[in-house]
């Protein structure tokens, strides 16, 4: 298996990896204590942890919907997390022509489900050096993303890291079937599952994406049983009020019980 590591965290070691943090950056105030907190209760459990959040939110179905500070205001606040938390982070990048600016921010660059068929976007990407979290397309075979992973290797950048994010299912749903973790796996790059994305309905919210948070831990639970790397997982102070993926983001207060169910050692 192949290994990733960043300062202290490492993709495919003895522990498994926790990406946390809030669907898109709304404000610094809520992305730094966010990340704070998260922080924290990760150094007390001994849980290896990487801050996520989106600069811009760019692939909304309304266009009505929210996409936080934006590029480039959301990425200076990304800078101040690493430098004041003093943790790793990741961001998504929509646009060739915002990845340099998101490398020299981020500590991995992460291609969004939707566009992970889009050959520049992934070469540009890893071509920087950075390390790369591809995430599975819900219209993508599990077995596919081998081929995802060339593209980024191509550069010859190793640094790849796939997320199962779930798969489209008729109208307004994803399922998620746990075998993509077995065969993504057998890639060699380590596997991390989107305890949150998979309990989306995309659409079923008049405009905007619904489901049901529920179902967040009894999947990071099968995706701990069956070798995963680690959990990627969306938490917001108060989801309610959330600008997106209000119904399934962890609220901060109820993190720290959710992780003390699973196991990260090996």
Do not use: W
Not at 4 to 17: C, L
Not at 152 to 177: C, M, Q
Not at 183 to 194: Q, T
Not at 220 to 228: C, G, I, S, T, Y
């Amino acid at each position: 298996m192949k290994k990733v590591k960043i300062d202290d965290v490492e993709f495919g070691g003895a522990r498994r990896v926790l990406v946390a943090g809030p669907c898109a950056i709304e404000s610094e105030d809520m992305a730094m204590k966010t990340a704070q907190t998260l922080a924290e209760i990760t150094d007390k459990l001994n849980i290896p942890f990487v801050f996520k959040a989106s600069y811009d939110k760019a692939n909304r179905l309304s266009i009505e919907s929210g996409r936080g500070l934006g590029f480039p205001k959301g990425l200076l606040v990304l800078r101040s997390v690493r430098e004041k938390v003093g943790v790793p982070v990741l961001t998504d990048v929509h646009e060739t022509y915002q990845v340099e600016a998101a490398a020299s921010v981020a500590d991995i660059l992460q291609i969004p489900a939707f566009l992970c068929r889009q050959t520049d976007l992934v070469v540009s990407a890893a071509s920087t050096g950075k390390a790369i979290n591809i995430k599975k397309g819900q219209f993508l075979a599990p077995q596919d993303m081998q081929y995802i992973a060339q593209k980024a290797l191509s550069t010859g950048n190793d640094k790849i890291i796939l997320t199962e994010r779930g798969s489209s299912f008729g109208y307004h749903d994803i399922v998620f079937d746990p075998r993509s973790i077995v065969i993504m796996k057998d890639s060699g790059y380590p596997v991390l599952v989107d305890a949150t994305h998979l309990c989306q309905q995309p659409g079923a919210g008049g405009g905007k994406t619904s489901g049901n948070r529920r179902f967040s831990l009894p999947f990071a639970k099968v995706a701990f049983a069956l070798d995963a790397d680690g959990i990627y997982m969306e938490v917001h102070p108060d989801p309610q009020n959330a600008i997106s993926d209000k119904d399934v983001q962890i609220p901060l207060n109820s993190v720290e019980d959710f992780l003390k169910t699973l196991d990260f050692s090996r």
